[in-house]
């Protein structure tokens, strides 16, 4: 079975200021990796996704995250934090294995809070 | 182009009740899933629709069913509502199901409060 781990349930950040969401997964196959932003009152947006390929990912709104399969940790990173940054973020994992279907399996949220 | 939506957004119903939710997936997008957000917590998968037939399900009750329409639309249903079930609902679709590659595009959700 999958499991997701984001460690931090919330993170304070200055704005301008790096911004590091931890997410680490368990899975007993090469997982496709996800990360998700839901802002308040919000379905989920993708941010990026790790398929195959280089393990550096970059995505919208400056953020990147790296694949570290020796680590087994996907996370996501943004050098310069906005105030337009706050909202919760998931990390997801689905399944390589074609009868998996497209099931997500997310972590629990890290909710992340700018500062001016 | 429109995204997913869904209906209704917010909706109130009391224990024992039944209640519908809708959803439309993006023009094109042959796969339809549905989860369920309880506060604090990340999105939990019920289920997977694609063309028609079930391809997953999640760990979750028989209360628990959906279907998919010929145009692609899907419908959860939840039978016998227990308070545990006041969540946000959301709906994801994607091109097809393609062994977890496909990215999933998620609807703004439907809230359900049970008293």
């Known amino acids: 079975a999958q499991s997701v781990t984001q460690l931090g349930s919330h993170v304070s950040v200055s704005e301008g200021a790096l911004v590091l969401l931890r997410c680490n997964y368990s899975?007993?196959?090469?997982?496709?990796l996800f990360w998700y932003v839901q802002y308040p009152n919000q379905g989920l947006q993708l941010l990026l996704k790790y398929t195959t390929g280089a393990t550096l990912v970059k995505g919208i709104n400056g953020f990147e995250a790296e694949f570290k399969k020796s680590e087994t940790s996907f996370h996501l990173t943004k050098p310069s934090a906005h105030m337009s940054d706050a909202a919760e973020y998931f990390c997801a994992v689905s399944d390589l294995r074609k009868a998996a279907g497209n099931k997500l399996t997310f972590g629990g949220g890290t909710r992340v809070l700018v500062k001016p | 182009d429109a995204g997913v939506t869904q209906s209704p957004t917010h909706l109130i119903k009391t224990r024992g009740q039944q209640v519908t939710l809708r959803c439309s997936p993006i023009s094109g997008h042959k796969s339809v899933s549905w989860y369920q957000q309880v506060l604090g917590q990340g999105p939990q998968f019920i289920f997977q629709?694609?063309?028609?037939?079930?391809?997953g399900r999640g760990n979750f009750p028989d209360r628990f069913s959906a279907r998919q329409f010929p145009n692609y639309s899907s419908e959860l249903n939840v039978n016998a509502l227990l308070l545990g079930d006041s969540a946000l609902y959301l709906c994801a679709s994607s091109l097809a199901v393609a062994g977890g590659q496909e990215t999933q595009y998620f609807g703004p959700g439907t809230r359900l409060l049970v008293l």
């Open positions: 899975s007993s196959v090469p997982p496709y």
């Open positions: 629709y694609y063309e028609k037939e079930e391809r």
